[in-house]
């Protein structure tokens, strides 16, 4: 007689399914129960509780098929429908970039720079999924926001989110490349604009290079294009004491600091991600 294998056991065969696929074992690990609880529809907690029970029915079916498509190395954001990031869940489709942690130092520097003002206008742009505009909005309740992205099906995206957050009457949602389309001027400008240069694509993830959109990652032959255009547009779009906040990728501090000086900015600060690289920049026209 053989006993049915417990929940912990089913996830950790996804685990080496996932391992087999190239996967890495600290990513494996985690997307395995990620794709479990989301096919239970458990919280953490009941999968701690409960996981040395028995499969209910129709799990195994909903997880292998979950398993699969991670295997193929799509992304779980996009498989499970939503992100988390900075503590708010956000919709995530194929149409995005999936929110990562880094471009949360975007949010931090801004709110940093609103402190002892308040700031009644600011424009994301690239905002993809809507996700620094959507938390700026729940973070200045009094602030009015502009989130714009050349991707209308990103803005789709992000105008559920926004309603999903209960900001939709605050943030608006402009269909334009760059600030093209945007004439109010600003106390801030935040941005997370394409950065890879064109020639990485064959050493990016096959998460991203397969399932990201191409518009929203790559920039030219330096990964700096957007950032060449941006510099030199976002003046007319701020007040006389605004600020752009940037961020950018690995290795672009030289050029960015470069670009800066051409277009007349002054960078006040740089914030590195946990792994100590340079991110974000802060700058004053």
Do not use: K
Request: hydrophobic share 50%; glycine share 8%.
């Amino acid at each position: 007689m053989t006993t049915e294998a417990s929940l912990h056991e089913r996830i950790a065969e996804g685990r080496r399914a996932l391992l087999g696929a190239g996967i890495r074992a600290d990513g494996a690990m985690l997307d395995a129960e990620v794709l479990a609880r989301h096919a239970l529809g458990w919280d953490r907690a009941a999968l701690l509780s409960r996981g040395r029970e028995a499969p209910p029915e129709g799990f195994e079916l909903r997880f292998s098929a979950l398993i699969a498509r991670r295997a193929a190395r799509e992304p779980v954001a996009q498989i499970v429908g939503r992100r988390e990031f900075w503590g708010l869940d956000f919709e995530v489709t194929s149409d995005v970039l999936t929110p990562r942690p880094e471009s949360e130092l975007i949010v931090e520097e801004a709110l940093d720079a609103t402190l002892g003002r308040r700031p009644a206008h600011i424009i994301d742009v690239g905002t993809g999924s809507g996700c620094l505009a959507i938390a700026l909005a729940v973070s200045l309740p009094d602030t009015r926001l502009v989130g714009v992205d050349i991707s209308c099906a990103a803005l789709a995206v992000a105008r559920r989110n926004a309603a999903l957050h209960s900001v939709e009457n605050r943030v608006d949602f402009v269909c334009s490349h760059l600030l093209d389309g945007v004439s109010a001027a600003a106390d801030l400008i935040v941005a997370n604009p394409p950065y890879v240069p064109d020639s990485a694509a064959p050493a990016l993830q096959p998460e991203v290079i397969r399932y990201e959109p191409e518009v929203a990652l790559f920039s030219g032959s330096d990964g700096l294009s957007a950032m060449r255009e941006l510099f030199a547009s976002a003046a007319r779009c701020l007040a006389a004491d605004g600020l752009l906040v940037v961020e950018f990728g690995f290795g672009q501090e030289a050029g960015v600091r470069a670009l800066a000086g051409e277009y007349r900015w002054h960078v006040m600060r740089l914030r590195a991600d946990l792994q100590g690289i340079p991110r974000v920049a802060v700058l004053r026209r």
